[in-house]
T-cell receptor
Framework: DAGVTQSPTHLIKTRGQQVTLRCSPK?????VSWYQQALGQGPQFIFQ???????QRGNFPDRFSGHQFPNYSSELNVNALLLGDSALYLC???????????????FGEGSRLTVL | GQNIDQPTEMTATEGAIVQINCTYQ??????LFWYQQHAGEAPTFLSY????GLEEKGRFSSFLSRSKGYSYLLLKELQMKDSASYLC????????????FGTGTQLKVEL
């Protein structure tokens, strides 16, 4: 049973560039959320996708956008990169919102983005 | 809004017991989660409490007091592999499987 997979694992960009990160959810899950984790901090919720739509968004600017595909995989795009965007970007999958479950999230290993 | 407070760092000895505290403020309580995150790895689910009291799961137990806005994670018979960050988290208001995380408590287990 494949867990949550993310790519790439590491990448380096320069200020002003754009980046795309990819995520495949755990088998059987159709809801994908993205989190940003700065060094020494807990993960911060960016947004969630379900049925190919953005369902809720955290406190992140419009430079952060996403997409979900019919096979439930997802992309996170960040435009006009800033030094402060350097972080570990985590993808988490789960069962649909409102399902009778505890809400447990399954995380991928993350994509570590360094902005120079 | 939601606010979560937990100690930044703790150190304990192998074989001992350690308690990691978490205090929180939220409107509309919908349970509290604990996750474990080893350095460079993904967070993994440890426990979920929605009712007051202690939930035991092997060497790990989690306690919740809703009236006090307080939870703790209890780790018994500490092992070196328990060295990790322990994250306290609340479901984000609005439903769905989205969490607000605390900053995490970095636990170091020493010989």
């Amino acid at each position: 049973d494949a867990g949550v997979t993310q790519s790439p694992t590491h990448l380096i960009k320069t200020r002003g560039q754009q980046v795309t990160l990819r995520c495949s959810p755990k088998s059987g899950h159709d809801t994908v959320s993205w989190y940003q984790q700065a060094l020494g901090q807990g993960p911060q919720f960016i947004f969630q996708y379900y049925e190919e739509e953005e369902r809720q968004r955290g406190n992140f600017p419009d430079r952060f956008s996403g997409h979900q595909f019919p096979n439930y995989s997802s992309e996170l795009n960040v435009n006009a990169l800033l030094l402060g965007d350097s972080a570990l970007y985590l993808c988490a999958s789960s069962f649909p919102p409102g399902a009778a479950n505890t809400g447990e999230l399954f995380f991928g290993e993350g994509s570590r983005l360094t902005v120079l | 809004g939601q606010n979560i407070d937990q100690p930044t760092e703790m150190t304990a000895t192998e074989g001992a017991i350690v308690q990691i505290n978490c205090t929180y403020q939220t409107s509309g309580f919908n349970g509290l989660f604990w996750y474990q995150q080893h350095a460079g790895e993904a967070p993994t689910f440890l426990s979920y409490n929605v009712l007051d009291g202690l939930e035991e799961k092997g060497r790990f137990s989690s306690f919740l007091s809703r009236s006090k806005g307080y939870s703790y994670l209890l780790l018994k018979e500490l092992q070196m592999k328990d060295s990790a960050s322990y994250l306290c988290a609340l479901p984000i208001t609005g439903g769905g499987n989205k969490l607000t995380f605390g900053t995490g408590t970095q636990l170091k287990v020493e010989l």
